[in-house]
């Protein structure tokens, strides 16, 4: 089968953009990511709404009327609960995929939608607030899960050259969903009081197109060969992925990597954490994922509106500019998209997170001169913008990218398990602490996101290579030196042996 699947193909290994790659990036993204960045910002509009809503239920219940310390840790708790969803979900994520495949994960774990959306849509009628909570809770454990699993297909299917533009998708549909989140909340449409339960609700309706279509795209090639075994199954999605070529020198690469495994099992968390020819890739992830979150973006997406009062801008006009800021954030994840196999990973983080460091600074001292200074207010928009573009260039789709450049398939599942708890227990951190944050130390809390962003950029410089248009063996050697492991013990494998069968190997004892 795998040698008449040969014969049918010639010419050289496809690298263009094929309408499959495309597709199916777009169809995972849509489903998964866009989801992500909705819920991010979905209740940064209704927050008085929601808060109203807890006050109406524990009046007509205990007969109490609670203050508003109480109102603003209970409206904590509902945005933050989606970041503890979310480390929840990155935890199951070795498993998951390593049992149901990549695309197998994301088509299963559509269910914890249905499930969140109906408990946050029927809230208000049921007068149950637990149920807003709850189901932002599993809204997050669907983000946790997708977040990490949609770039690590997107990474295994794409050829090398390919590979940094598909996985930043998904960075351009969390743009997106945050602005159809902002767009939405406009009083104009459904940012009404009586209308935010269905506000909350709509993540339903991306899902259900992807789960109508994506069952029908093939499972992650890379996958099916290293971790399955299976051929011919190989062969066949690489040739629905890309129909014109001769994909000898792409199974070769995944063999190589194949034979260079001491396992074909999936290495655990604990396995990865004691592995000494990954610590400096395991470091890398650790510094790169908590960096991406406490850079202030969280803050900024979680209460933005809050954000732009306290900076002085007129209330009617709020709404606004929060919706501009949305539209910046899809123009600026479309330029990273576009650039970074011209410019490559290291350049758009260290761009990226010394612009953010910049800007974070820049709200210190325009919020403090502004008393004096009434235009500075309009300085402080900027450097949000700025924040967020700076943000969605390069941090913000990057470190999902090279957590899967950085290490093999057999490390690959517990990599994204690692950076995913880290990733989601800043998330929380941020969303819980910032507005206490805020009240204790006013513009000052942003020259702490002004540190960790120029302390990350720093790290990239000595630290991480390019990886642009390497394999993942190339990148594994790159580690080597820093690691202090023999290149040749990265390739040797005492006991297994590759028999070569109609031109492809098959694993032997």
């Given at each position: 089968?795998?040698e008449?699947?040969l014969l049918?193909?010639n010419?050289?290994p496809?690298s263009h ?27 940064n509009?209704p ?27 209970l409206?904590?708790?509902t ?6 969803g ?7 994520v ?14 299963r774990v ?8 109906a ?7 049921c007068?149950?607030?637990a ?7 599993i ?17 295994e ?5 390919l ?5 930043l998708?998904p ?17 104009e ?12 609700s709509l ?5 259900i ?11 992650s090639?890379?996958?099916?060969l290293?971790?399955?075994g ?6 066949s ?8 070529g ?11 990597e ?8 999936t290495?655990?968390?604990w ?9 400096w ?27 732009f ?10 709404q606004?500019?929060?919706?501009g ?10 330029l ?24 974070c600074?820049?709200?210190?001292v ?23 573009a ?22 690959r599942p517990?990599?994204y398990?690692?950076a ?5 227990l800043s998330?929380?951190t941020?969303?819980?602490v910032?507005?206490f ?12 996101f ?13 630290v991480?290579?390019?990886t642009?248009?390497?394999t993942f063996?190339e ?16 390739t ?10 109609n ?7």
């Amino acid at each position: 089968m795998a040698e008449e699947l040969l014969l049918e193909s010639n010419g050289e290994p496809s690298s263009h953009l094929t309408k499959p790659l495309l597709a199916v990036a777009f169809l995972s993204s849509f489903g998964s990511s866009m989801l992500y960045g909705y819920n991010l910002a979905v209740v940064n509009s209704p927050a008085e709404y929601i808060k109203d809503f807890y006050n109406e239920t524990m009046v007509e219940r205990y007969d109490w009327i609670p203050d508003e310390e109480l109102l603003t840790v209970l409206y904590a708790l509902t945005v933050s609960i989606f970041a503890i969803g979310g480390m929840t979900g990155a935890l199951l994520v070795g498993r998951l995929v390593t049992t149901y495949g990549r695309k197998g994960t994301l088509v299963r774990v559509t269910l914890l939608v249905f499930i969140g959306g109906a408990l946050m849509g029927f809230s208000r009628r049921c007068r149950m607030p637990a149920m807003v909570i709850l189901g932002r809770f599993i809204t997050g454990v669907h983000s946790g899960i997708s977040l990490s699993v949609v770039p690590m297909y997107l990474g295994e299917i794409a050829p090398k050259n390919l590979r940094g533009f598909l996985s930043l998708v998904p960075s351009i549909h969390i743009c997106v969903g945050v602005f159809i989140a902002q767009v939405l909340g406009l009083s104009e449409l459904l940012g009404k009081e009586e209308y935010w339960p269905l506000l909350l609700s709509l993540v339903v309706f991306p899902t259900i197109v992807q789960l109508m279509l994506l069952p029908w795209f093939p499972e992650s090639p890379r996958y099916l060969l290293i971790e399955k075994g299976n051929i011919p199954a190989t062969i066949s999605a690489l040739k629905w992925y890309r129909p014109k070529g001769n994909f000898q020198a792409e199974v070769d690469e995944m063999q190589e990597e194949q034979r260079s495994l001491s396992s074909v099992q999936t290495v655990s968390v604990w396995g990865l954490l004691r592995d000494r020819c990954v610590r400096w890739q395991v470091i890398t992830i650790v510094v790169v994922n908590i960096g991406m979150q406490l850079s202030g973006i969280d803050a900024i997406w979680f209460y933005t509106n809050d954000i732009f009062k306290n900076a002085g801008i007129p209330e009617p006009h709020i709404q606004y500019t929060t919706v501009g800021t949305g539209a910046i954030e899809v123009i600026s994840g479309m330029l990273g998209c576009f650039t970074i196999e011209r410019l490559g990973r290291r350049p758009l983080m260290i761009g990226g997170f010394l612009f953010m460091g910049l800007c974070c600074s820049g709200i210190t001292v325009s919020v403090i001169l502004q008393a004096e200074l009434p235009f500075m207010r309009y300085i402080s928009v900027g450097c949000v913008v700025g924040i967020i573009a700076g943000f969605c260039i390069g941090p913000g789709g990057v470190p999902f990218l090279i957590t899967a450049e950085l290490f093999k398939q057999s490390h690959r599942p517990a990599a994204y398990t690692v950076a995913g708890c880290l990733n989601w227990l800043s998330n929380f951190t941020i969303g819980f602490v910032f507005p206490f944050l805020e009240n204790a130390t006013g513009p000052y809390c942003y020259l702490i996101f002004c540190v960790i962003c120029l302390g990350v950029a720093v790290y990239t410089i000595f630290v991480i290579p390019e990886t642009k248009n390497k394999t993942f063996m190339e990148i594994s050697q790159m580690f080597a030196a820093k690691n202090n492991i023999p290149e040749e013990e990265l390739t040797s494998n005492a006991h297994l042996k590759m028999a070569m069968m109609n031109g492809y190997g098959t694993l032997v004892e």
